[in-house]
């Protein structure tokens, strides 16, 4: 894997989750955020840098999350030593999901 990519199909904010998968998957997301190396913002959303060994949990939470959520765009490759995950989006309303997935940024 060198990048995953996951572009918006639609523009409108909605997950596609019910209420048990959607606790489930804030779980993950929570995991995640923990063991990442730093929060930053971008343009439109958020980036979590992550250490390498993370790629198994991140690629998996990144395809579905893309699969659920049409309104995000997801990008995740290597940059140096470490994994970069970019979630973003232009919809009106993305900036609280993304904040819930991937935390507040500038940590």
């Known amino acids: 894997m060198d990048h995953i990519r996951y572009e918006h199909r639609d523009l409108d904010v909605a997950c596609e989750l019910g209420n048990l998968d959607a606790a489930s998957r804030v779980e993950e997301w ?22 390498t060994e993370m790629l198994e949990v991140a690629a998996s939470l990144a395809r579905r999350e893309a699969e659920c959520c049409g309104f995000l765009d997801i990008d995740l490759a290597y940059e140096g030593h470490r994994l970069r995950l970019d979630i973003s989006s232009v919809a009106p309303g993305a900036a609280s999901v993304i904040a819930s997935l991937v935390g507040s940024g500038g940590s």
Request: net charge neutral; proline share 5%.
């Open 30 to 51: 929570q995991t995640l955020r923990e063991a990442a190396l730093e929060t930053t913002a971008l343009s439109g959303g958020l980036r979590l840098w992550l250490p």
